[in-house]
């Protein structure tokens, strides 16, 4: 697809990055994206995901410096399912296990995450981060 034609949908649709309502009421986004009737790929949902989860992964960096870097494979893999699930206001409230992460201690930071009324909230995927 050339970039004139790119530019030329831009220019006759708008580029939103947020949903909106189109004039025939549909909820859209991006270039004219109709999410009702069209919706979108499995492989845009895909590449969406991919870019969420380098976003939680910067985050954590950020968070946790080198050490990150540093964690078994599994423990960042539940970091990243619960920052990805709480966002980084709602996974920074995680206090005490975030201190534990730091210290390198798993089992603490895990009995954290069970008090917390995160743990009742969303069920299997709690206990399986567990």
């Known amino acids: ?9 831009i220019k006759h649709e708008g580029l939103k990055l947020k949903p909106y309502h189109c004039p025939a009421g ?5 270039v004219g994206r109709n999410l009702e009737d069209k919706g979108i790929s499995q492989k845009e949902a895909v590449f969406l995901l991919k870019n969420d ?6 985050d954590l960096e950020g968070l946790f410096k ?3 870097d540093s ?10 399912d ?16 975030i ?10 930071a895990s009995k954290e995450m069970k008090d ?13 981060l567990v």
């Open 82 to 97: 619960m920052r990805f699930n709480l966002c980084a206001t709602g996974f920074r409230s995680f206090r005490k296990m």
């Open 26 to 30: 549909k909820l859209t986004i991006g």
């Open 99 to 108: 201190k534990a992460v730091e210290e390198s201690d798993f089992d603490k």
């Open 53 to 58: 989860i380098d976003e939680c992964v910067a």
């Open 1 to 9: 697809m050339s970039d004139k034609l790119v530019d030329q949908l």
């Open 66 to 68: 080198e050490k990150f």
């Open 116 to 128: 917390s009324n995160w743990y009742s909230q969303v069920g299997k995927r709690a206990e399986t």
């Open 71 to 80: 964690f078994p494979e599994k423990v960042k893999m539940v970091l990243i």
